[in-house]
C-alpha cells in the first residue's frame, strides 16, 4: 500500500473509532472450541472458502478487516463508512444502530479476493467460474441448520435486522446482498438471483424483480393467482454469491454452481414455511412469498453506477418467518461502489461467453439483458435502465472527512 493511501487508512480509522481485532470480536462470541486453528500459508487458500466466517476470518488474518466502533448509525453513516473503505478492507460494524446483529461490507472488494476465495491464481477466475456453470453439483440436504437456531415467526423486519439506509434520496432501509431464492412453479427447480429489496412494513419488502428468472417464476405462479414463495438469505460465503450472478439457462440451480465451486456438495435445509432449499450454513433466511396481483412503490435507490434507479409500482414479499444463527449474526450491506461491480464483472465477462453459447445452442427466454455484451456494456445498459430517476448523483452522506484515494466525493 502506498504511502498517501496508508496514512488516509489511518486518519480515516482514527475518524470512525475501530476498536478490536476480529479475532477478538470471534473469540467473545464463540466458545474457544469452536475456533478454527490459525491459517498458516500464503494468501491463496489451499481449498476453497466455504462460508462466510471462514472468509471473515481469512481476511481478519491478512489485516483486511476492519471493526469500527460499535453503535455506527443505520441511516446514512454506516453506508458512508463502507464506501469509504471499499476497494481497501472489508468492514464490520458491531452493533450498529445499537442493534445486536452486526454488518459487514466491502467482503469482496477485489478480483484478487475472489482468487483467493476459490483457491485459484487470479488467472484462472474467469476458467473456474466457467467450469462450475459447466458441471454443477447438486446440493446435498441436512434435517437441521445452524440457519434455523433461532426463528421468528411474528415478523418485525425493522426491529429483528439492522437494515441500513444508504443514500440520502433511497425510498428507505434496504436490504441490498441478500439471494432470493425461487422456484419454477412448472418443475420445481430452484433459481437463485440478488434483488434489491425495500423496507416497505413490519413484514412487508417492495422487490425490484427485473425481467429474468424469478421474474418468469413469478409471471407463472400469478397467472394462476398464486404466490411465489421465496427465501431471502442474507450472510453467505463469497462464491455461493458469485454463483448466485451466473447465466445459467432456466432451471439450472445456482447453489449447484455454489457447490461446484466449493468443490463438495452445498449442505441446503427445507424452509420452516415453503418447499424451498436454503444455504445450511447462512447466518439469516427471510421466508416469505411474493404477491400476486400486488404491486406499491419501490425505490428511489442509489445504485451501483452512483446515478438512481427510479421510484415504480414493483413487486411486494410478505414475510412468514425469519430465521437466525445463533451466535455471530451478521447481515450484509453493499456500497455503491466497487464490490458490487466486482461480483459483476467476473459474472458479465462470463455472460457474454454464455450468451455466444446460448445464441447458438439453447432457449433461455432473456436474450435481452445487456450483461449479454460485455462488461462496459453492461453498467451503461444499467444505468439506462435506471432512467435517471432523480438525475442526481447517489452519494452516501458522510460523516468521515479525510479523503481516500481512489474515491471522488
Ligand atoms: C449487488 C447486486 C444487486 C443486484 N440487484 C438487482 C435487483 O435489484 N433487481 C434485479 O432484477 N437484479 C439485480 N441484480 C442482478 C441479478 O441478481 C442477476 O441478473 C441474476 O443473475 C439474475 O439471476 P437469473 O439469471 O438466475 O434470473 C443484482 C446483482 C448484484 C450483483
Known amino acids: 500500500m502506498s504511502w ?8 480515516l480509522c482514527t475518524g470512525v473509532g475501530i476498536e478490536m481485532s476480529m479475532t477478538q470480536i470471534r473469540t467473545a462470541l464463540q466458545p474457544a472450541g469452536d475456533l478454527e486453528p490459525a491459517r498458516t500459508h500464503g494468501d491463496n487458500t489451499p481449498r476453497p472458502i466455504r462460508s462466510l466466517r471462514d472468509w471473515l476470518d481469512h481476511l481478519a488474518a491478512r489485516d483486511r478487516l476492519v471493526v469500527v466502533k ?38 469482496i472488494s477485489d ?15 474467469l476458467a473456474r467460474f466457467q467450469e462450475a456453470a459447466r458441471d454443477p453439483i447438486p446440493w446435498r440436504e441436512t434435517a437441521s441448520a445452524p440457519a434455523h437456531e433461532v426463528v421468528h ?3 418485525d423486519l425493522e426491529r429483528l435486522l439492522p437494515l441500513p439506509t444508504h443514500n440520502e434520496h433511497d425510498g428507505g432501509p434496504y436490504v441490498t446482498a441478500g439471494l432470493m431464492i425461487t422456484r419454477n412453479p412448472r418443475t420445481g427447480k430452484q433459481n437463485v438471483s440478488i434483488h434489491r429489496c425495500q423496507l416497505h412494513g413490519a413484514n412487508r419488502l ?26 431471502i438469505v442474507v450472510g453467505i460465503d463469497p462464491l455461493t454469491l458469485l454463483a448466485s450472478q451466473a447465466i445459467a439457462p432456466i432451471d439450472v440451480d445456482e447453489l449447484e454452481i455454489a457447490g461446484a465451486l466449493h468443490r463438495r456438495p452445498l449442505s441446503v435445509v ?14 439469516i433466511v427471510i421466508e416469505g412469498r411474493l ?44 456500497s455503491s461502489t466497487p464490490s458490487s461491480a466486482a461480483v459483476w464483472s467476473i459474472c458479465c465477462w462470463e455472460r457474454s461467453r454464455a450468451r455466444r453459447r446460448c445464441w447458438r445452442t439453447c432457449s433461455d427466454p432473456f436474450p435481452t439483458s445487456a450483461t449479454c455484451i460485455s462488461p462496459a456494456a453492461a453498467c451503461a445498459a444499467i444505468i439506462s435502465m435506471s432512467r435517471f430517476a432523480n438525475a442526481k ?4 452522506k458522510t460523516s468521515c472527512s479525510a479523503p481516500l484515494p481512489g474515491t471522488t466525493t
Open 4 to 11: 498517501p493511501c496508508l496514512s488516509a487508512m489511518i486518519h
Open 270 to 283: 427445507k424452509c420452516l414455511t415453503s418447499d424451498l432449499r436454503v444455504p445450511a450454513d447462512a447466518e
Open 70 to 107: 460499535p453503535g455506527i448509525g443505520l441511516r446514512f453513516d454506516l453506508a458512508a463508512i463502507a464506501k469509504r473503505l471499499d476497494g481497501l478492507r472489508a468492514t464490520l460494524f458491531p452493533r450498529p444502530g445499537g442493534h445486536p446483529i452486526p454488518v459487514v461490507s466491502g467482503l
Open 153 to 155: 415467526r411474528h415478523v
Open 393 to 396: 448523483r447517489a452519494r452516501p
Open 206 to 231: 417492495g422487490v425490484l424483480l427485473l425481467p429474468r428468472h424469478a421474474h418468469m417464476f413469478f409471471e407463472m405462479a400469478e397467472q394462476g393467482g398464486r404466490p411465489l414463495e421465496a427465501a
Open 291 to 334: 404477491l400476486p396481483g400486488v404491486r406499491e412503490p419501490e425505490g428511489p435507490f442509489g445504485e451501483f453506477p452512483q446515478y438512481y434507479g427510479e421510484r415504480a409500482e414493483r413487486h411486494v414479499m410478505e414475510i412468514d418467518a425469519v430465521t437466525h444463527r445463533k451466535d455471530s449474526r451478521t447481515a450484509r450491506t453493499r
Open 111 to 125: 478480483r484478487g479476493w475472489m482468487a483467493e476465495a476459490m483457491g485459484v491464481e487470479p488467472g484462472e477466475v
